[in-house]
């Protein structure tokens, strides 16, 4: 079965893992958020992409979640000796592929193609494609004032609220290489459990992705990143408090109205499931925390579950 996966860094690589234990890395393809990225101390930084390519390779640091396992900080250290910004992370081992990257760009090569090239040489199986080579940036409207995300998220610890997500540069942006033709082939569409409003939201935003989305809506499936009403990780729920005016099942459907035709609920969320098909959508109860080999496989099964056996 081939499968397209809509995924943020964290949530999107665990549940791409889990894919990966199930079919083969062949007929999984991973579109990745590309809102995160900026450029630190001059080289060009793609967070969500990076934490793909670790985790689903085999290198990433399973502790942090982020990041290459066995990493060192040298060049950090440096930087703060010297008084440099050094609230954005980037470890030794890390820099080596920012370096390649960002060398990679300024030649005119496109974010795309020099992510191929990356995943090729770390021996990455399935197919790992940004949403978009065109600049597109999340920005986060507070109290405080406006802020690019990853100011907002790492430098300020998402301490202030979010009254408003702003992904600027989408209204120009067009589908990366491939992206449209993984959508439009694909059995089943996939939404990982990332937080909707800047891991999913930037790939959304760009409106050739959605429209390809929202056809292939009845094989569409998005699991939901809240559990109990809580995040197991990071602002997710703060977010859906703030934007969508609670945490339950229903704001997670009203989120992906139009684009899904199932939305997988943790047990915990059972008793949203009547909430959820009020509105159009097929609940699917299974657990989704993927701590454990036979949860992450009851994810997988529930989630393929949704296109019928041919």
Known sequence: MKVAVLAGGLGGSRFALALTETLSPGDVTVVGNVGDDLEVHGLYVSPDLDTLLYRLAGLGDEERGWGRAGETWNARETVELLGGEAWFQLGDRDLGLHLVRTDALRGGAALSAVTKRIARAVGLELTLLPATDDRLRTRIRTPAGEFEFQEWFVARGHRDRAHEVVYDGAAA????????????????????????????????????????????????????????????????DAMFNSLAGGTGAGQVADYYRGLIGALVLDEADAGDAETVAERGVRPLVTRTLMSEPDARQALVETVLGLVPAS
């Open 173 to 236: 942006a067009r589908a990366a290489p491939g992206v449209l033709a993984a959508l439009e082939e694909a059995e089943l569409i996939a939404i990982a459990p990332s937080n909707p409003f800047v891991s999913i939201g930037p790939i959304l935003a760009v409106a050739e992705i959605r429209a390809a989305v929202e056809r292939r809506r009845d094989r569409v499936a998005a699991v939901s990143p809240l559990i109990g009403g809580r995040a197991v990780k990071g602002p997710a």
